[in-house]
């Protein structure tokens, strides 16, 4: 059973910067997208990635400062995420699915990923 594990969240003040991590073990997967919720909103999809040719998309609100990779490690995305802003307070979740990767509609229909992590805090202060 596919499994994803987020990691590297944490407290920062705006302008800083974090790096989270999703792992998948248990299987693999074509692709990943994360996306983040905060208390009172709905989820919003932040990013995503194609694992075979490394295409990248972006939620319109993090263009330009949040940017998501992926390297030799397999099944691993970053999300780097910098000049934060206190709007960027969210949970963070990673998210894939046992069939090929939706990449096109990755982030705009959560509905279609069937594999989610449990979530990482990212909290930005002023």
């Known amino acids: 059973q596919v499994q994803l594990v987020e990691s590297g969240g944490g407290s920062v003040e705006s302008g800083g910067s974090l790096k989270l991590t999703c792992a998948a073990s248990?299987?693999?997967?074509?692709?990943m997208a994360w996306f983040r919720q905060a208390p009172g909103k709905e989820s919003e999809g932040v990013a995503c990635?194609?694992?075979?040719?490394?295409?990248?998309c972006y939620g319109e609100s993090v263009k330009g400062r949040i940017t998501i990779t992926t390297d030799n490690a397999p099944n691993t995305t970053y999300l780097q995420m910098d000049n934060l802003k206190e709007e960027d307070t969210a949970a963070y979740y990673c998210?894939?699915?046992?069939?090929?990767?939706?990449?096109?509609?990755?982030?705009?229909?959560?509905?279609?990923?069937?594999?989610w992590g449990q979530g990482t805090q990212v909290s930005v202060s002023s």
């Open positions: 998210s894939s699915d046992r069939l090929p990767f939706p990449f096109q509609v990755a982030i705009t229909s959560p509905m279609s990923l069937d594999l």
């Open positions: 248990g299987g693999r997967v074509t692709g």
């Open positions: 990635i194609h694992f075979d040719d490394r295409s990248t």
